[in-house]
């Protein structure tokens, strides 16, 4: 049975993003991190934006156990989450991501899906919260797998492909046919659009930037795709480990999550985080949103 997502009787719903946990087979202090931002936060939904596990697993029993110490925090407390997949999730070559992801789901409070699968793309989907009152939904996640590296001629990381954007705009619409409005949306996914970049230098920030963007390098248009349909205000992802800053451009804030896990690349003095979202039902376009520090008590 699928769990519902729901916001609570105060008319809140708070969501954590743990982004590149790179968890490997032997256990790490990741996974203790996230038991204290989950004891801290008391969230409603945790998502997990990619680079969950890394190329450390070497076989099979190595990724169940990775993926294992993952669910724990959020399966021992009866909290929903969800997953995409970041570059490195399927590095080791033992499973492809459609086993990886019918693993996860095989969680109690997993709520992941398959979704739309397209070219190398696993996991395209979304999510409904419903209003504290009734069945009507308020709120709409969309997870996306961002792939994973371009084409060597060209360098650099994968984009959000052109079938991936028709998926988008097709279940936008969907939506909005079915509900006779248009549901507010967060987005989440990995590797960061080029419009991060200019979202930065516009000077409207909050949080830190101490590496450069890890963009692709073709544009295939989607944040425009985004700001004509309407739904989205809010697009976070992982990826750059040293990022955690989040910024408005054209009334869509897009913004980073740090770094949570201690298995990949990281600073002594940057602290590993999560991003924490506060939604309201009466006006979810207006969400709260701040970074929860390792350092903090």
Known sequence: MKLTLK????????????????EGPNIDKTIHLMNKILEYEKPDMVVLSGDNIDGKCKTVDDI???ITYIAQPMETRNIPWAIVFGN??????MMTKEEMMNFYI????????????????????????????DRTPVLNIYMLDSGKYAPSFIGGYHWIKLTQICWYKRTALKLKQKYKKTIPALMFFHIPLIEFKKAHNSGLINGKKFEEESCPKINTRF?????????VKGVFVGHDHLNNY??????????YAGYTGYGGYGKDDIPRSARVFLINESDPTN???????EWDK
């Open 64 to 66: 169940k156990k990775a």
């Open 88 to 93: 490195h999730d399927d590095e080791h070559s």
């Open 287 to 293: 969400f709260k949103t701040w970074i929860r520090q």
């Open 246 to 255: 989040c910024a408005i451009l054209k009334g869509i804030r897009l913004g």
């Open 223 to 231: 944040f425009n795709a985004l700001v004509k349909t309407g739904d």
């Open 106 to 133: 095989t969680f109690k409070y997993n709520i992941s899906e398959i979704g739309y699968k397209t070219f190398d793309r696993i996991g395209n989907y979304n999510l409904l919260v419903e209003n504290s009152k």
């Open 7 to 22: 916001f609570n009787n105060n008319g809140n719903f708070k969501i954590v993003q743990f982004t590149d946990l790179h």
